[in-house]
């Protein structure tokens, strides 16, 4: 009983003994938090360059996050491969943070600040009208929310415009808080490197509407100008299909982009990063709240076809305690902890059955 409650038993003695110590003898020994970040990432072999991608805050309820979904993504696949990860943020982390995420991997682990040219306003915003636009929003998710704002324009655009993206062929993103529900027994990244594709996606939901009213008439407005480089609606293997009901009219669906690996020349290549900046500039990030998940929807749906992009069907994910996707193989999610019948591919609000 004694070795199950040390400190209350050592008190006890005192009492009996008369023994006394130092103030600091109850006092756990720590050293000072130190985190060299590395200046180079290092890939476990050549053939490509991947890496796991976040955003995340300060905060200790980010951290403990983090470190949860680092310790998730080792445990089930990245302790095999040791591919790094690089840590976004706008804030000043501290030693202790970036120690304790680092510590649960023996990858390179790199936290890199982002500088208001990257992270925040597009210089032409109007910041009255912006909020203006968050008040109305006030009851819908995020709708009030500027660092919400600021964190779609980073994660649907100016986040390949960083130096580090430049060094990646493929980027695993990853959200803090997510949870990968089955071992990942394959390489991913090196399956999207051996079957040429350029994206993929576990979730497919519909947007709210009423943060996108003008988003659609924007991309066919972009269409119009660049005619030569959208997939054409007639092609069976074009995605039109999956964001346009049977009158041709626009559904809302997207794909989640919180677990998505994909090809980062798509991103930062010339197609996307002008459509991107057109919708940059229409400013219906902040006039709306136009999230960076259905912008890069909007993205792959104009110059990429079904063949570009994979359903990770044999991964098993949770987002947010609700949103699940099991592996609907037995010799698969028997290793999960999940069961199919908690697919939200069921559900009436995914959009898979369209894909």
């Known amino acids: 009983m004694i070795n199950s409650n040390k400190p209350v038993a050592r008190i006890i003695l005192v009492a009996i003994l008369g023994v006394t110590w130092d103030d600091d003898y109850f006092a756990y020994s720590t050293s000072a938090w130190k985190y060299d970040n590395p200046a180079n990432l290092s890939f476990p072999h050549d053939r490509f360059r991947a890496a796991f991608v976040t955003f995340v805050k300060s905060d200790s309820a980010s951290l403990t996050k983090l470190r949860f979904t680092i310790r998730n993504l080792e445990d089930q696949f990245n302790k095999q491969h040791n591919y790094p990860y690089i840590i976004y943020t706008d804030q000043e982390l501290s030693e202790e943070y970036m120690e304790l995420a680092s510590s649960l991997t023996q990858s390179t682990v790199r936290f890199e600040r982002v500088q208001r040219d990257l992270y925040g306003y597009n210089e032409n915003t109007d910041l009255q009208r912006a909020a203006q636009a968050r008040n109305d929003l006030n009851t819908t998710m995020f709708g009030n929310s500027e660092d919400y704002r600021f964190q779609s324009r980073f994660m649907a655009g100016t986040i390949y415009r960083h130096a580090l993206m430049q060094e990646l062929d493929y980027s695993w993103r990853f959200e803090a808080g997510?949870?990968?529900?089955?071992?990942?027994?394959?390489?991913?990244?090196?399956?999207?490197?051996?079957?040429?594709?350029?994206?993929?996606?576990?979730?497919?939901?519909?947007?709210y509407r009423e943060t996108i009213p003008t988003l659609y008439q924007s991309v066919l407005d972009f269409a119009k100008e660049h005619q030569d480089w959208i997939q054409s609606t007639s092609n069976p293997e074009s995605l039109w299909h999956f964001i346009l009901d049977e009158s041709n009219i626009f559904n809302g669906c997207h794909f989640w982009n919180n677990f998505q690996i994909a090809d980062v020349s798509f991103y930062r290549g010339e197609k996307y990063q002008q459509f991107f900046n057109y919708l940059d500039q229409k400013n219906g990030i902040f006039y709306e709240r136009w999230g960076d998940p259905i912008i890069q929807s909007m993205g792959a749906v104009m110059f990429l076809t079904k063949q570009d992009i994979h359903f990770w069907d044999d991964i098993g994910y949770r987002v947010a305690d609700y949103f699940t996707h099991c592996p609907s193989e037995k010799s698969l999610y028997s290793k999960c902890t999940c069961r199919p019948e908690q697919n939200f591919d069921n559900d009436g609000y995914s959009c898979l059955r369209f894909y």
């Not at 949870?179 to 027994?185: A, F, G, K, S």
């Open 178 to 207: 997510t949870e990968y529900l089955c071992p990942v027994d394959t390489d991913p990244f090196q399956y999207m490197f051996e079957n040429k594709k350029t994206t993929s996606f576990s979730v497919a939901l519909y947007e």
